[in-house]
Nanobody
C-alpha cells in the first residue's frame, strides 16, 4: 500500500516536499516513481528512482528543479520540489514496481499506485 502526502497550496517560486510511505511488500527493493495529472490532461511522469537510490530519471520539465530521494529503512520516497511554477499544479501520485526500466517510464510500467495528493501553485 502506498500513501502519498505533503501536497498543498503554494506560490510560484516556493518549494514543497512530498512524501510517499510504502507498507506491505518489500518496497525497499522496488522502483519508486511519481506521476502527476493536471485537470483535463493525461497522467504524466515526473521522476523515479531505482531500489538502490543510485539511478534516477526526471521529466524534462522538472529536471533541475525536483530531486527525488528514498529512505529504504523507512520505506519512503520523497520528491523535493523547488522553484514551483503554476504549470506544476496537479494531483501527484506515487507508484511502485518490481521492475526497473532504463528509460523514462510510462504509467503502464508501474503496477502499484497510491492515492494522489493535490499540489496547487498560484502565480
Amino acid at each position: 500500500q502506498l500513501q502519498a502526502y505533503g501536497g498543498g497550496l503554494v506560490q510560484a517560486g516556493d518549494s514543497l516536499r512530498l512524501s510517499c510511505a510504502a507498507t506491505g511488500p518489500t518496497y525497499s527493493t522496488y522502483t519508486m516513481g511519481w506521476f502527476r495529472q493536471a485537470p483535463g490532461k493525461e497522467r504524466e511522469f515526473v521522476a523515479d528512482i531505482s531500489w538502490s537510490g543510485k539511478t534516477t530519471y526526471y521529466a524534462d520539465n522538472v529536471k533541475d528543479r525536483f530531486t527525488i530521494s528514498r529512505d529504504n529503512a523507512k520505506n519512503t520516497v520523497d520528491p523535493q520540489m523547488n522553484s514551483l511554477k503554476p504549470e506544476d499544479t496537479a494531483v501527484y501520485y506515487c507508484a511502485a514496481d518490481a521492475s526497473w526500466y532504463f528509460k523514462i517510464p510510462s504509467t503502464a510500467d508501474f503496477g502499484s499506485w497510491g492515492q494522489g495528493t493535490q499540489v496547487t501553485v498560484s502565480s
